[in-house]
């Protein structure tokens, strides 16, 4: 493989945090047309680089050369300057602005001094027609979904042609549709001969789309790889895990038993007479495309939104829900998608955040034993191997996966009889998913039911006992174990829908 | 629904509002509310809160808070007054003092800005210190003591009109328009909601938030000087205690204005409504001469109440 | 001038007024007249309304042991008991302006507020008289703010003596401004619009004074609009001589400043003084306004 | 490094300030300042805003902000001494009073709770509305006018001590030991800090979030309540004025404490830090006898630069 010049060099580059060394003697060299994967599991100090090289944070030590020039001093302004940009994490819009601001963010199109709002409108509604995303620019991101939000801060790469591209997990968001225009942008940016940098704990993903992979562990660079001496995912796991990963869906078969949660004709504003049922030691999975309808049903049976009408049975009896602790007394969890707007207390500690709905268990007439708050809280931060300085961290200096397994430590310790997971392991590296699956045969054991919503096809073929298929927020279909193929799956989740433009999202 | 018929429609809410008390009003005082010179007195009445305001919903859109702005009020009234008065040692060019009472004004708002983004004092305290520090030096310099025998023509502004309506009234109108303007269709508009609304996303795309900052807080201080000199040429005097308790005032049409005190979001004229409203429960009690008491009780309820019905039907149609 | 001079703390409402200024100004022209006699400190919350605030300024100048304490007490209790802790300590205490009960004290000056207002009352109706209205129709009555005893006394001794001078005059129901002249200009304004019939203003205090005035001036309306203030301060000696205001009644508080501080000398030295020394009411219009610069502007006095 | 460890030492900063202050003072007065009068003197006189200032510490923990308090203090102190004076017309027992007078501070702050929660108003306005409409409600009740005739009793408790310190001190000491115990220990505590970090994410957490701010509201009007109790005591008459302004200097403390406006983030050991801060300057101001305009100057500019130091301080260890 031949690519162009060296455009970003980093020389043994550390950053500490008060709690942990987040990059430890960093070297890394990308050139121009280069897709470079950054791999690693959670914590390992990926989107902290990725903020060094665009001054988000400003390293301790080490050296940060760009196209020969060493970047003494860094900020956002300057590296933008530069030509660096990145698609960070966290969604980073600007929530009360319209679409089209955002994608114009810090250089609007102006005619002398002033904004030219038509101009900004028609030039961005052009440009994401010519990339196919399909989104009305005048309105205000806070109508939009993450997804949509996280679709304008990618568009944006192409559109600013920059000569570095970092992309920090894009794709933990997006639809699938979404994601193929994802992967059309960054061949364009190849193309043009932008660098480009890519974090993704999808290894497929990363094996499909990048030239050259380097693994992260624990702050260092554990090696740089071509995708074609690897070979194969397989390969790489060890390389990041530090052992290798046997059966990832292992799944023990446990007995089946009786009904713990019934939902009779379900309506809603979103979905339309949804009927399902999970059993003891069972694993419903939930299928459809995104906007399907399947987070607004999971949050109607939890309480979280209200509901039409419709029947709602656990344990054979027929419960009223009307607020999120309702279910929870009867039983009922759900583990959010949204782990940033609806999972962390984002300023308080992980015992906090883990302890949030499991109180009851630590506390004695009234007043909460510390000790065994920690005791209980070091126990799941063990478990799901969750990478802290200290319980008592804020969680919001945690990396993005770890925050997510905090919100899901938060839901196994409180193990109510059925558990909804809503897109549980978004964000989370290959080990740990391994861990949590490893979980849910606990949970089984126990003669508890999951409901698992996901996206991710494999995951949700290789976990699932059923699947049930939400199409246009309608029931497509049934699948049992036996029938499960991508292939089928996909065309049931199309069934209810009509437009063209839709089943293009499926293929 | 599209963002910006929603925020037309936001509005709407308020001049519901409004009118419902305009029309109250007019038939409670038998016309008097509505004549024309009641009309006008309100809204010059109105207009030193109003000009206050603009600055004030800059710094409320930025998330931030503003209670200096009473003090800089008072020291530009001040400062225009020392240097100006016939009684005092200087005697200086009513323009010059103009400028320089404004440019006293700026630089307390520098200072805001600059404790506030270098310093990171929280907006509130940065600007609780300096309305007790400017006031002190509005109290040192003037000794306490009201100082009088200003020029007759910056007295005789407050009287003034044009086309019938009050030159303290079209000073409003004017900076409310322009103002409006500036946040719609400037770079410092936009970078003011952008900062406002997630200032993290706004330094990752490369906007300068300190400059920005310090921008916002200029312009605040420098509303505050202006409408310093419009309440001078109302009292005709440079008086210690002028402008104090404006911050209130200030804040309240603001997010009766439909800004959200956590930032990003807010409108100028919103806020101007907002300020009418205020003025309106004021004039409407004193024309209907209810007993002060009752009538401070009634104006905290109508203040809850107004929001509560802007929420209302906001939610009612977006919900 | 070698031995230690006696500690005299003077404490006031508030800074933030000319009125206080005065007093200040005449506990200073005291100072000077003592030639080294006494030292005077003065101590004072930003606003009348930080009653509580004086209080802790009182116990903290108790702490510093002065010889004697001058206090415009903002409240007629609640420096009750530090006060008489003070007295206790053989600290000498002089009330200016305001009461205070339950307290022993060395002596009392004051001005008596109802009698204050009652004048302006009378002066009211000489004016009207004057201007050859009949006494009939309405006034606006503009008070600074609402729950401040002296000015409730002012207000109280103005609508009773009004009563008995002139049954047929009505006096609105009070608004109040926050002590803010431009508040108080719009009240005027507003009242003016809502009463057609509306004859003549009362105003408690200087800067409801300044207000009521402006709006007289700006639409001048000296000659429909009589008006009396309370107290004084440049704009309303000025609103005097263009007859935006018919008379001002005032107090003497260079003399609560001077004599507060004589009394106090004269405590340390165990020379007798009165229980009440009622430092008077004044009232000047038009025609005596040259002759009474003295107590309309007690700066011109000032000696140091 | 633990989070309890991290804001033991975030007060420390605020501890280390306090003491700079001390000692400067301590030298300045020639030891006046740290006379064990003195200090006591301090802790009274910080003991009212110290109290109004733990109710805010909850409010500003969940994200709002409480314009009311001031208010209720007034509105507690005037029901007692309307209730008690021997020169009205009802003569109740005083714990009778008491009762009442806090019963209905309560309310107060329940209306508020139901005006932000139910009414959606933010808390900026509902508690704006409820300041006006309270004062008036104070102001009409005693028709502006100072009700005196308390107890003896009740009067003495302001001078009262116990083992030397003021027993208006030991309500505040005690009530913030208990609070803080509160905070930190029971439900109660973790709901507050849950919801003012996320509420929604608290709401999926089955907390509910209507009677958790009922709670809350009712608890800081309680608290102002108390204050206003003892604020009579001290004033030894129900006044109307009484509590004017008192919010600002509680938002003060809470902020100075090292609690965020926007919610989460508070403690009520910050707090009574705050509060000896804010009494330390004006007490340090009296015993120095300075001018007290340059005082007025001088306290603007320390509270600006006591959050400037410990935001720096803070800064330095973790950034
Ligand atoms: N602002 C911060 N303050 C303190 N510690 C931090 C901060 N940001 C990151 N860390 C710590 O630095 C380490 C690296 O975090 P980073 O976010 O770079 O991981 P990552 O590789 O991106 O992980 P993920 O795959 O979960 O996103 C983690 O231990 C994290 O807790
Ligand atoms: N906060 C939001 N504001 C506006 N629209 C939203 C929001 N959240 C979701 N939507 C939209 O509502 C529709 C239904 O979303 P829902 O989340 O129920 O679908 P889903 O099948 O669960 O898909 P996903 O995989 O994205 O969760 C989608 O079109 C989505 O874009
Ligand atoms: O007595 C004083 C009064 O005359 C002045 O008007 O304001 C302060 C008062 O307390
Ligand atoms: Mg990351
Ligand atoms: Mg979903």
Redesign the interface.
């Known amino acids: 493989m031949s690519f162009g010049k060296e455009i970003l060099r980093l020389d043994n580059i550390c950053k500490s945090f008060p709690a942990v060394k987040a990059l430890d003697q960093v070297n890394l060299s990308v050139r121009a047309g280069e897709v470079r994967g950054l791999v690693g599991e959670n914590g390992a100090g990926k989107s902290t680089l990725i903020k060094v090289v665009t001054g988000a944070y400003i390293k301790d030590s080490g050296k940060m050369i760009f196209e020969d020039k060493e970047v003494s001093r860094n900020s956002p302004i300057i590296s933008k300057e530069l030509g660096i940009y990145a698609v960070y994490q966290d969604v980073m819009v600007a929530q009360d602005l319209s679409v089209a601001e955002n994608f114009f963010l810090g250089n609007q199109p102006k005619r002398g001094p002033f904004i030219d709002w038509g101009k900004m409108h028609r030039e961005s509604k052009k440009f994401l027609e010519e990339i196919e995303v399909d989104i009305d620019v005048k309105r205000s991101i806070k109508e939009l979904s993450a997804a949509e939000g996280k679709m304008i801060t990618i568009a944006k790469a192409l559109w600013q042609n920059p000569k570095l591209v970092i992309f920090d997990e894009p794709t933990a968001v997006l639809t699938r549709n979404e994601t193929k225009i994802l992967f059309r942008i960054i061949k364009n940016l190849r193309e043009k001969g932008s660098a480009i940098i890519y974090i993704s704990h999808n290894l497929e993903e990363v094996f499909d789309t990048c030239d050259t992979v380097t693994v992260l562990k624990d702050g260092a660079v554990v090696g740089t790889y071509t995708t074609e001496e690897l070979g194969s995912v397989e390969k790489l796991i060890p390389l990041m895990v530090g052992r290798a990963i046997e059966e990832m869906y292992y799944k023990k078969e446990v007995a089946i038993g009786q009904e713990l949660l019934r939902v009779e004709n379900l309506s809603g504003s979103k979905f339309k007479n949804i009927t399902i049922n999970v059993k003891a030691g069972e694993i419903l999975g939930i299928f459809g495309l995104v906007g399907a309808g399947r987070t607004d049903i999971a949050r109607a049976i939890f309480g979280a939104d209200k509901f039409d009408k419709g029947k709602i049975i656990a344990n054979g009896k027929e419960i009223s829900i009307r607020k999120p602790k309702d279910s929870l007394k009867s039983g009922v969890g759900y583990l959010p998608e949204d782990r940033r707007n609806q999972g962390t207390f984002a300023q308080q500690d992980i015992e906090f955040n883990v302890n949030a709905i499991n109180l009851d268990k630590v506390m004695k007439a009234g007043i909460l034993n510390y000790k065994k708050a920690y005791e209980q809280t070091k126990e799941y931060v063990d478990k799901l191997s969750i990478k802290i300085g200290s319980v008592y961290q804020k969680v919001s200096d945690l990396s993005g996966g770890n925050q997510q397994k905090v919100v899901i430590a938060r839901w196994l310790c409180r193990n109510p009889d059925v558990l909804i997971f809503d897109e549980p392991t978004a964000g989370i590296d290959v080990g740990t998913k391994a861990e949590i699956y490893r979980l849910f045969n606990e949970i089984l054991n126990q003669e508890k039911g999951i409901i698992l919503i996901s996206s991710y096809l494999p995951e949700l073929i290789g976990l699932s006992d059923r699947i049930l298929v939400i199409s246009n927020g309608m029931v497509a279909g049934e699948v049992e174990r036996k029938d499960f193929s991508e292939e089928y799956l996909l065309t049931l989740a199309m069934k209810n829908i009509v437009s063209k433009e839709k089943i293009r999202e499926a293929v | 629904m599209k963002s910006n018929q929603r925020k037309a429609f936001a509005e709407r809410n308020l001049l519901i509002i409004l009118a419902v008390m305009a029309v109250y009003l007019t038939i409670a005082t038998k016309g008097n509310f509505s004549s024309w010179d009641n009309i006008t007195n309100l809204i010059r009445q109105s207009s030193i809160n109003g000009v206050v305001a603009i600055g004030m919903t800059l710094i409320i859109i930025t998330g931030g808070i503003d209670l200096s702005v009473g003090s800089i009020v008072g020291l530009s009234g001040m400062v225009y007054a020392l240097l100006t008065s016939n009684r005092g040692d200087i005697q200086m060019a009513s323009s010059l003092a103009i400028i320089l009472a404004l440019g006293v004004s700026a630089l307390i708002g520098l200072a805001n800005g600059v404790a506030v983004h270098n310093g990171k004092v929280p907006p509130f305290i940065a600007t609780l210190g300096m309305m007790t520090l400017v006031r002190g030096i509005v109290m040192y310099s003037s000794s306490g003591r009201m100082i009088s025998g200003l020029p007759m023509e910056f007295r005789e502004f407050s009287v003034a009109t044009m086309l019938g309506i009050p030159a303290l009234a079209w000073t409003w109108i004017f900076l409310a328009i322009f103002m409006a303007f500036v946040l719609k269709y400037t770079m410092y508009g936009r970078n003011l909601y952008a900062i406002g609304s997630n200032i993290e996303a706004a330094r990752l795309s490369g906007i300068n938030i300190g400059s920005n900052l310090y921008n916002f807080y200029v312009t605040a201080g420098l509303f505050s000087g202006i409408a310093g000199l419009m309440l001078g040429t109302r009292m005709a005097a440079g008086v210690p205690t002028g402008g104090q308790g404006y911050e209130l005032d200030a804040i309240a049409s603001v997010v009766i204005g439909g800004a959200s005190l956590s930032g990003g979001v807010g409108s100028i004229f919103g806020t101007a409504l907002g300020a009418l409203i205020i003025q309106t429960l004021r004039n409407g009690g004193n024309l209907l001469g209810v007993d002060p008491f009752i009538m401070q009780i009634i104006i905290g309820a109508i203040i809850i109440l107004a929001v509560f019905f802007d929420q209302y039907l906001k939610g009612r149609k977006t919900g | 001038a070698d031995v230690e001079p006696y500690d005299v703390a003077f404490i006031i409402k508030a800074?933030?007024?000319?009125f206080?200024?005065y007093t200040i100004v005449g506990a200073k022209n005291a100072e000077l007249d003592l030639k080294g006699l006494v030292k005077v400190?003065?101590?004072?919350p930003?606003?009348e309304?930080?009653?509580?605030?004086q209080?802790?300024?009182l116990?903290?100048?108790v702490?510093?042991k002065p010889d004697a304490i001058v206090i415009a007490s903002t409240?007629?209790?609640?420096t009750?008991?530090v006060l008489d802790?003070a007295y206790k300590q053989g600290i000498k205490v002089i009330l200016i302006d305001n009461f205070v009960?339950?307290t022993e004290y060395n002596s009392f000056l004051a001005t008596n507020n109802k009698v204050g207002g009652s004048l302006a009352a009378e002066k009211l109706v000489e004016s009207l008289e004057a201007a050859g209205k009949p006494l009939q129709g309405k006034i606006g009555l503009i008070s600074a703010?609402?729950?401040?005893?002296v000015l409730?006394e002012r207000d109280d001794g103005f609508r009773d003596k009004l009563k008995e001078l002139a049954p047929d005059l009505e006096v609105?129901?009070?608004?109040?401004v926050?002590?803010?002249?431009?508040v108080a200009?719009?009240?005027t304004?507003?009242?003016l619009?809502?009463?057609p019939d509306l004859i003549g203003f009362f105003a408690d205090n200087?800067?409801t004074g300044?207000g009521v005035s402006?709006v007289i001036?700006?639409?001048s309306l000296q000659d429909k609009i009589i008006a009396v203030a309370y107290d004084s301060?440049?704009?309303e000696i000025?609103a005097l001589r263009s007859g935006a205001l018919k008379a001002l009644i005032l107090q003497d508080p260079h003399g609560m400043g001077y004599k507060g501080v004589m009394f106090a000398f004269m405590a340390i030295n165990g020379e007798p003084l009165p229980q009440y020394y009622d430092t008077g009411v004044y009232v000047v219009t038009k025609e005596n306004l040259d002759d009474s610069i003295w107590i309309l502007d007690p700066?011109s006095r000032k000696k140091y």
């Open positions: 800074t933030d007024s000319d206080w200024q400190t003065v101590y004072g930003p606003s309304s930080d009653i509580d605030e209080v802790a300024i116990e903290n100048v702490s510093t409240s007629a209790e609640a009750s008991l802790g009960y339950d703010m609402a729950g401040v005893p409730i609105l129901s009070t608004r109040y926050d002590n803010d002249i431009a200009a719009n009240a304004e507003d009242l619009t809502a009463n200087n800067h300044d402006r001036e700006e639409r301060d440049p704009q000025d700066f």
